[in-house]
């Protein structure tokens, strides 16, 4: 009942793309300010709602091809932010490293999602690899969670999860191109 009531509502795919966006620019304001947990809890919301924007499309109805084009364009743009507010917060920090391995990480994503969008231009799904959206999308929120003092054991989780992201999407672009190329040399592509 309350889903058909929310079905039959103005509400639509687009809007709640936007407030995955409008959450993740919160997330990265509350980065620059510190507030780790905070961010970690705005992240995991907005990317709740990149899930949410896809079913309610499909159930409603509502969606577009504009629609879709939005939402992984978004998508994109989310982790994005997030990350470039991670980096920011670790070159303040005066760690250089950490900072270019952000950036590593943002290229990776970029690339995970661009590989298997051009494989799938050139008709070869591609939806091999370890660094998907979902596998990032935890990474990158329990390094935010736990930024600072991971149960009291006097570390924190984002210098990890950032060492992670950054290796696991370089990883995950190797497998797409090598899963393309595979599928490619069976059709005389290559």
């Known amino acids: 009942m309350a889903r ?12 709640i793309s936007l407030t995955g966006l409008a959450l993740n620019v919160v997330a990265a304001a509350l980065v620059t300010q510190r507030h780790f947990f905070l961010a970690g809890l705005a992240f995991i919301i ?22 879709a084009f939005l939402d992984s364009t ?62 990032r999308v935890v990474i990158l929120s329990a390094g935010l969670l736990f930024a600072t003092d991971f149960l009291g054991a006097g570390f924190g989780l984002l210098e990890p999860a950032i060492y992670a992201m950054a290796a696991l999407t370089t990883v995950t672009v190797i497998q797409r191109v090598l899963h393309v190329r595979r599928q490619l040399v069976g059709t005389g592509g290559v």
Not at 4 to 15: C, F, G, H, K
Not at 48 to 61: P, W
Not at 97 to 114: F, H, N
Not at 125 to 135: D, I, Q, S, Y
């Open 46 to 67: 907005g990317s709740v709602m990149d899930t949410l924007d896809g079913r309610y499309s499909r159930m409603s109805g509502k969606g577009s091809a504009f629609g």
């Open 4 to 15: 058909n009531r929310l079905i039959e509502s103005r509400l639509t795919p687009n809007a």
């Open 74 to 135: 978004l998508d994109r743009m989310e982790e994005g932010i997030v990350l470039a507010a991670v980096a920011g917060y670790f070159a303040a920090e005066g760690d250089d490293l950490l900072a270019g391995l952000v950036v590593v990480a943002v290229v990776g994503s970029l690339m995970v999602s661009y590989t298997r969008a051009r494989a799938e231009a050139i008709g070869v799904e591609c939806k091999v690899g370890l660094a998907t959206r979902p596998v």
